[in-house]
């Protein structure tokens, strides 16, 4: 048998647990506090209508595809822009600290490129479709974005999407192997998803 044919026998036996996005409480906001707070919290007058420690306005009023803040599109949201702007700018933030260090700008960007969402662990229904949307929009575009595939018997592996090969779907595993699988033994999500991901 061709190895891409294993039709998922061995690698949907395994588990998997997904990989965590970068979010707001266990990632960003601490970059925040240390850099934001003074102008951007309610412990003071929350400067701008933005207050980083309400998290609960940050997501309804800041984090959507028209706010500062564009889940999936770091390079369209104004408040990273800011960050990376130089000092003299009129529009650089923060306005009286110390820029930003690479990797937390870089982290910054990746959590906007994730989805922006504020618990990771409890995302919000709306930020569950939005995490789809960035994902699917990613794999569309060419990135490296990995999926949950999920067969027949309820068995998940993470894999990235390779393409369709006439009913089977081609997955490539982090480790470097493909598999092709049938779609027919796939859940019905994950088939409508390979179907999606190729254009049917």
């Not at 000092?87 to 994730?114: H, T, V």
């Not at 409890?122 to 699917?136: D, H, S, W």
Request: include cysteine.
């Amino acid at each position: 048998m061709h190895p891409l044919r294993c039709a998922l026998t061995l690698p949907l036996l395994l588990l998997v647990s997904p990989t965590r996005a970068v979010d707001y409480q266990g990632d960003i906001q601490s970059i925040l506090k240390e850099h934001c707070w003074d102008c951007h919290s309610n412990e003071k007058e929350a400067k701008g209508d933005l207050a980083f420690d309400d998290k609960e306005d940050l997501a309804k009023s800041h984090i959507n595809p028209v706010g500062l803040i564009r889940p999936g599109e770091p390079e369209k949201s104004d408040f990273l822009a800011r960050l990376k702007l130089d000092e003299e700018d009129d529009d650089f933030m923060p306005r009286k600290g110390k820029p930003l260090r690479s990797s937390e700008l870089a982290k910054i960007e990746q959590w906007i490129r994730e989805g922006a969402l504020i618990d990771a662990a409890n995302p919000t229904e709306t930020e569950k479709g939005r995490m789809e949307e960035v994902k699917l929009a990613n794999a569309l575009s060419g990135g490296d974005v990995y999926f949950q595939w999920t067969n027949t018997q309820g068995k998940v592996i993470e894999a990235k999407y390779a393409g369709l090969e006439g009913e089977s779907v081609k997955i490539t595993m982090k480790t470097g192997k493909s598999f092709l699988v049938p779609l027919n033994s796939l859940s019905a999500e994950s088939a409508a998803l390979a179907r999606k991901l190729g254009g049917k």
